[in-house]
């Protein structure tokens, strides 16, 4: 009896489960709002204000999205996941989207059935010395003892880095970034190593960041994007175009202050395909027309989230980098709105 | 013979001396200190040793207090007007002492709702403390938890009482059953309330208004020591009666019961809190149809009161054992059937034994509940570790912020700790 009664629930459960994998888009618009998974916290990308207000670079995107979906940048639920449960959420259907500083690899694309839909920040494994230490590049860090997080990628990273290049280290084993960031001001390690994004906003926590330089090898790849379930390709669409709406617009030079403008008055034909003035691209997603002009309109384009965020104005201070535009010798180079 | 001294002696004193006060080497603090701080050299040496440890202590952490400054905006601030100094900056308590006690996302114009409930938790609990207290008020009791969840949740006041009611109904057959035999007055007045309560849920879609008298807020909206307050009053309220049932029915001379109790107990107690709440948060989102799914506070606190109730029932098992066999003996000899005898000759024995072990539970199972920071909920460390640490303004704050987390759960703690001496000298009746 009670068996039967596990195995009814299951299957309602997974018949339900499927059903609601066939058309994310349209559970968004009936309930009205976007459930969004992103981080409990992390500095610049998503992390709640004062006024409990979600704000950062991550969050952005999911706004973005609710803002071109539900014409309301503020429709979004945002549900808090770490690095444990991210991929339950997603998977379980809690969640719609994730945009949560995730490394795009195999074998989450392939093994745990995700679709990467793009790369919203192209980071890597750098490191971080006190500037009396007097090093100005990785490959001189021979003998040196470098504090790092155990059971992660970073630490097969920097293992592979220093036998490539043939020199000897001694690893300091820590837990957290907090214990880390201890550890590191107290002397206990020459060298802190993570993710560069990580480094600079530890660094901006410093009494004195001046003291302190990331040196400028980038040692691994971090792609970090969002990402939707297998299996729905229209709701994968919708939040693949959203970013890429972005990141065209910066391309075109359309802001949250000119979109307004641009769609009244371009002669661009991309320009005005993107804001919906040309062409049907709105209703082939099953959005209406205005959607990008929309999610430009309340979040700005890539390169004013970036500045918003996490941009050299801001205390963590990221330069563009490698997320700059193909433009300017970045690697952004979303594919053409025709 | 009695003259011989009459010339020589001039004076015989005929009035006992005042007594004097004793030498100041030998009364008072200074009696104190040498009995107590310098009795021996050793115990000098000592005694000098932990007073400069103390001065080392205090005369590095009391500037660092008193000089903290509570009201500017952000780090970098405090760093610019501290100038180096080291000094606490408690601006960070000032600015988010909100969302440290209530989350960050529970609407602030209704603080009060929380804030009432948290005080009628006193009022409520005393009655159930104190057994000085009337009688009478232990009707406040038995209401507060529908009064709580109304303040708390708000929404159409109809659910509550709907709940209300159907313990009322249950409570009502079981007394028109009990006089049967217990099993029928038992089972007859669970179901009765389950059919109460499925009824009620139907009237209350029904009758609920568009817009409540108290807007509803969500529980995924609540957070910081407020969260820590519910998960802990709740589970350690549920599990208390949960764990006697399941230490009786680990006694009990039915086998089905006794395994089912048996298995239970040693299932959840095999299994760590934590993967019970990483099931509670992941595994069970898999069972549920998206987006119908249990509340996750209430899985996260049918998790916890589970994982309590199992080591409630160890430690009143190991009461009931302590009881001589002549105590269960005497019960059936007076003709007492299984209730009677464990309501009034078993249990309060076994219970007033448990005491301290109790205690031990409930305030290893209040610091527990900081683990559903684990699974993304936003408790007190949870909101320490996620929003405010990750927020620009904040970013490096430690000492402060998990300073007042500690004094907080130190006061809560402490409270019961010394509850539970109060009732175990008020319960000692044997002379020891």
Known sequence: MKKSVIFGALTVAGLAAGAAAAGTLDDVKARGKLNCGVTTGLVGFAAPDANGEWKGFDVAVCRAVAAGVLGDATAVEFVPTTGKTRFTALASGEIDMLARNTTWTFSRDVDLKFDFVGVNYYDGQGFMVPKDLGVSSAKDLDGATVCIQTGTTTELNLADFFRANNISYEPVPIETNAEAQQQYLAGACDVYTTDASGLAATRATFEDPAGHTLLPEIISKEPLGPLVRHGDSEWGDVVRWTLNALITAEELGVSSANVGEMAASTNNPEIARLLGTEGTLGEMLGLDADWAKRAIETQGNYGEIFAKNIGEETPIGLARGLNSQWTDGGLLYSPPFR | ?432
């Open chain 2, 1 to 432: 013979m009695s003259d011989t001294h009459a010339q020589s002696v001039a004076f015989v004193r005929d009035t006992a001396i005042p007594p004097s006060p004793a030498p100041a080497n030998a009364a008072g603090p200074v009696k104190w200190m040498r009995d107590n701080l310098f009795a021996t050299w050793a115990n000098a040496l000592l005694t000098v040793a932990a007073i400069y440890v103390i001065f080392l202590v205090l005369s590095a952490t009391l500037p660092w207090i008193f000089g903290g400054l509570w009201t500017t905006s952000s780090l970098a601030e405090c760093r610019e007007v501290l100038q180096g100094r080291s000094a606490a900056c408690f601006s960070v308590l000032t600015d988010r002492w909100n969302q440290l006690l209530f989350g960050f996302k529970y609407p602030v114009d209704l603080y009060w709702r929380p804030t009432v409930a948290f005080v009628l938790l006193f009022v409520a609990a005393a009655p159930v403390l104190f057994f000085d207290l009337p009688r009478k008020l232990l009707i406040v009791t038995a209401l507060y938890p529908f009064i709580a969840y109304y303040l708390i949740w708000g929404g159409t006041i109809w659910a509550p009482l709907f709940a209300l009611a159907g313990f009322g109904v249950g409570y009502y057959v079981y007394s028109h059953l009990v006089h049967r035999s217990f099993a029928i007055g038992f089972f007859g007045g669970i179901a009765a309330a389950i059919i109460a309560w499925v009824v009620g849920s139907y009237l209350t879609g029904a009758l609920a208004s568009e817009t409540p008298f108290l807007e509803a807020v969500p529980s995924r909206d609540m957070g910081g020591f407020m969260l820590n307050m519910m998960l802990g009053v709740t589970c350690v309220s549920l599990s208390l009666p949960i764990g006697i049932a399941l230490a009786l029915g680990r006694q009990s001379s039915m086998p089905l019961i006794k395994w089912i109790c048996v298995v239970f107990i040693e299932f959840i107690r095999g299994v760590p809190l934590i993967t019970l709440l990483f099931v509670a948060n992941v595994m069970l989102a898999y069972f549920f149809p998206p987006g119908s799914g249990v509340d996750l506070f209430l899985r996260v606190v049918i998790m916890i009161t589970m994982f309590s109730s199992a080591y409630i029932a160890e430690v009143i098992r190991g009461g009931l054992a302590a009881l001589p066999k002549g105590q269960y003996e005497a019960a059936d000899s007076l003709g007492l059937d299984y209730p009677q005898a464990m309501r009034l000759i078993i249990l309060p024995q076994a219970l007033k034994i448990s005491i301290p072990g109790i205690v031990n539970i409930a305030v290893g199972l209040f610091k527990d509940t900081t683990l559903v920071s684990v699974i993304s909920m936003f408790d007190l460390v949870g909101m320490i570790r996620g929003p405010i640490l990750a927020s620009t303004d904040w970013n490096g704050v430690y000492w402060e912020l998990l300073g007042f987390a500690a004094l907080l759960f130190f006061v809560v703690c402490y409270g019961i700790s010394q509850y539970s001496q109060w009732l175990e000298r008020r319960l000692a009746t044997d002379h020891r």
